[in-house]
């Protein structure tokens, strides 16, 4: 088993961010390109090698690898109309191939919203079909570039593709093999209905990559694993039986209201929970 953390959570951490992690007992990142401003987004596009080359050799250097990174996502959302879907496209086009110049094989992505959301339950049908037809034209690029899209389930109590079901219709309707699905622990915490384990089960032929995060069984608040409600020994077992070879990436981090010194005293500890987690729960 290997054990990542997303990119954004260390950033403040400075050019020796993926070195102090490398040392505290860390794999793996999780590398995000969530910020539509950035400029992996608004630089020229002969310009994207050389500044994905650079990010790409400071990690290299310190010998941890790119698990998978995060696609584009604005919030609040931009998807309700096909000008704002085109955009969202072109950006996440341009996401796959700063993947793929990563040397990594899997963008995590969220689905889009035409609707919000908060939307009525009327129009779930028009989402599904828009979120099929709107990841069919991303496989192309996909393909081309030999990435992996993983659709992530969400943590919306009124949105169609929330649930894991709901995604793993999408990737059957999207129907690629550079197509499939990040499960996030957290966004199935929410919905005190849903059972982890059985979750895991369902979609365990389509989850390549996942996102790791706990809360109060109510809300998306990315706790550390054990310090929300959830309760991970179910997961466990489903990692056990199923999932050993993945990597378990942590989509959180200790608050930023610490110290640095307190903040990596406490990163450090990360990797020995993740090893509890699964081994003593």
């Given at each position: 088993m290997?054990i990542?953390?997303?990119?954004?959570?260390i950033a403040?951490l400075?050019?020796?961010r993926?070195?102090?992690i490398?040392?505290?007992?860390f794999?793996?990142?999780?590398f995000?390109?969530?910020d539509t401003?950035?400029?992996?987004?608004?630089?020229?596009?002969?310009?994207l090698?050389?500044?994905?080359?650079?990010?790409k050799?400071?990690?290299?250097?310190s010998?941890i690898?790119?698990?998978q990174t995060?696609?584009p996502?604005?919030?609040p959302?931009?998807?309700?109309?096909?000008?704002?879907?085109?955009v969202?496209?072109?950006?996440m086009?341009?996401a796959?191939r700063?993947?793929?110049l990563?040397?990594?094989r899997y963008?995590v992505v969220h689905?889009?919203?035409?609707?919000g959301?908060?939307e009525p339950?009327?129009?779930a049908?028009?989402?599904?079909?828009?979120?099929v037809?709107?990841?069919?034209a991303?496989?192309?690029?996909?393909?081309?570039?030999?990435?992996?899209?993983?659709?992530?389930?969400?943590?919306?109590h009124?949105?169609?593709?929330?649930h894991?079901k709901?995604?793993l219709?999408?990737i059957?309707?999207v129907?690629d093999?550079?197509?499939?699905m990040?499960?996030?622990?957290g966004?199935?915490?929410?919905?005190?209905?849903?059972?982890?384990?059985?979750?895991?089960?369902?979609?365990?032929?389509?989850?390549r990559?996942?996102h790791?995060h706990?809360?109060d069984a109510?809300?998306?608040?990315?706790?550390?694993?054990?310090?929300g409600?959830?309760?991970?020994?179910?997961f466990?077992?489903?990692?056990?039986?199923l999932?050993?070879?993945a990597?378990?990436?942590?989509?959180t981090?200790?608050p930023r209201?610490?110290?640095?010194?307190l903040f990596?005293?406490?990163l450090?500890?990360?990797p020995?929970l993740?090893?509890e987690?699964?081994?003593?729960s």
């Open positions: 290997k990542g953390i997303t990119s954004g959570k403040h400075g050019k020796e993926y070195e102090k490398k040392k505290f007992g794999d793996a990142i999780d995000t390109m969530m401003c950035s400029p992996i987004y608004t630089c020229r596009e002969e310009e090698p050389a500044l994905i080359e650079a990010e050799a400071l990690i290299t250097k010998g690898e790119i698990s995060h696609g996502w604005t919030y959302t931009k998807d309700g109309t096909e000008e704002e879907r085109a969202a496209l072109s950006l086009r341009r796959v700063a993947t793929a990563l040397g990594c963008m689905p889009v919203f035409p609707f959301t908060h339950a009327e129009v049908d028009k989402t599904f079909a828009i979120n037809a709107f990841f069919r991303l496989m192309p690029t996909a393909r081309e570039h030999g990435v992996t899209v993983c659709l992530e389930n969400m943590p919306f009124h949105y169609a593709l929330s894991p709901d995604i219709r999408v059957a309707a129907d093999p550079h197509f499939a990040c499960l996030d622990t966004h199935v915490g929410v919905f005190p209905a849903l059972d982890l384990y059985e979750e895991m089960l369902r979609v365990k032929d389509a989850v990559v996942f790791i706990d809360n109510a809300h998306d608040l990315h706790q550390l694993p054990l310090f409600k959830m309760d991970f020994a179910p466990a077992r489903a990692w056990r039986e999932y050993a070879d990597t378990f990436s942590f989509e981090a200790p209201a610490l110290s640095q010194e990596e005293q406490m450090s500890l990360m020995a993740a090893r987690i699964l081994e003593k």
